[in-house]
């Protein structure tokens, strides 16, 4: 089976994902379901409904029924699979549930979502408690928003929806960051992420903190660290962005970015260049052809906070893109 948990998570608060609606929040909020965090616990902590829970735990139903949250998406793409995580839920997980999904346009009411006609992509199954509890889809269609249905009560801590992001290109503007998850971009391969996975690096915002970047362990032999990203189309650059920001004693030496296109030979973009600790860089480059894919090398390893690939795309691609899937239904 397809390892679709390293693919982003659609629905993290991190890409402006965000619970808009849920019928019942008795003992803890929905909206723990898309925290980028992982779950945590504190045992024997109490407040005035009882055990606090980081998830979403609905009251003990006395009548038929289930209980719904619905999600909508931070960035709207194909859903290759779904995470139903019931960490620390362990006498009151739900015993079933089930996924439904929905691609709307502009921003409906939680009314207008409710009567809407939405399509299963995850039906009604069995759930372990204290697990993450995988289930991959296999649709090709763009969606905006699911629904988690958990049969009938209980908690849930977060709902990961994993895939790939198909953004709408009239709302992007001519120049625009390529590596952005939000935007489409991807990472493709990385030699190592032993502190932080390669992806937090394509994140919108600022980092956090040195924990929201990618970070290698320490490089003992010869050689340095990369990371391949594809970008959201093929794409004349012209400014690159190495953020080195929270990392201060483990900032890389330097790093370069190289391009491909079509699978071609890779081609300087920016050549090695010494960079700063807890530092912003920007870089303008003039590359001779463009890319759809980039590799970026830090030397010789140590941690990037943020990467930013900014030009003007192909927008015959990115429209091509976004209708391939928006008609696939």
């Known amino acids: 089976m397809e390892d679709f948990s390293t693919k982003p998570d659609l629905a993290s608060r991190a890409l402006g994902g965000g619970v808009v609606f849920a019928n019942d929040e008795f003992f803890a909020a929905a909206d723990h379901l898309v925290m980028p965090e992982p779950p945590t616990y504190s045992p024997r902590t109490f407040d005035h ?196 920001t929270h990392f201060k004693g483990n900032a890389p030496g330097s790093a370069s970015l190289r391009g491909s296109l079509a699978g071609g030979e890779w081609f300087d973009i920016l050549p090695a260049a010494p960079l700063t600790p807890d530092t912003p860089h920007r870089f303008p480059v003039r590359p001779a052809d463009p890319a759809d894919r980039v590799r970026l090398d830090i030397i010789p390893d140590g941690g990037m906070a943020r990467l930013r690939v900014i030009g003007r795309p192909d927008r015959k691609i990115l429209e091509e893109n976004f209708r391939r899937h928006v008609e696939a239904g």
């Open 49 to 244: 409904k009882g055990q606090v829970y980081d998830g979403w735990e609905t009251r003990r139903r006395r009548s038929l029924g289930q209980d719904v949250a619905i999600v909508r998406l931070g960035a709207p793409g194909v859903i290759h699979g779904i995470d139903v995580d019931t960490a620390f839920f362990t006498g009151n997980y739900p015993p079933h549930a089930s996924v439904d999904a929905l691609a709307v346009d502009g921003y409906p009411t939680p009314a207008a979502l409710q009567a809407a006609t939405w399509v299963p992509i995850v039906p009604k199954s069995p759930l372990d408690g204290d697990t993450r509890n995988l289930f991959p889809v296999h649709d090709n269609r763009r969606f905006t928003h699911v629904r988690l249905t958990i049969h009938p009560d209980g908690g849930v801590a977060r709902l990961r929806v994993h895939g790939d992001v198909v953004p709408d290109p009239t709302l992007l503007p001519e120049v625009f960051d390529v590596a952005a998850l939000a935007n489409g971009g991807h990472v493709t391969g990385c030699s190592n992420m032993f502190y932080g996975r390669p992806h937090n690096m394509l994140n919108p915002g600022l980092a956090r903190h040195m924990g929201d970047g990618w970070e290698t362990a320490r490089r003992r032999v010869d050689g340095n660290e990369w990371a391949e990203i594809t970008l959201a189309a093929p794409t004349q650059v012209e400014f690159v962005d190495l953020d080195t």
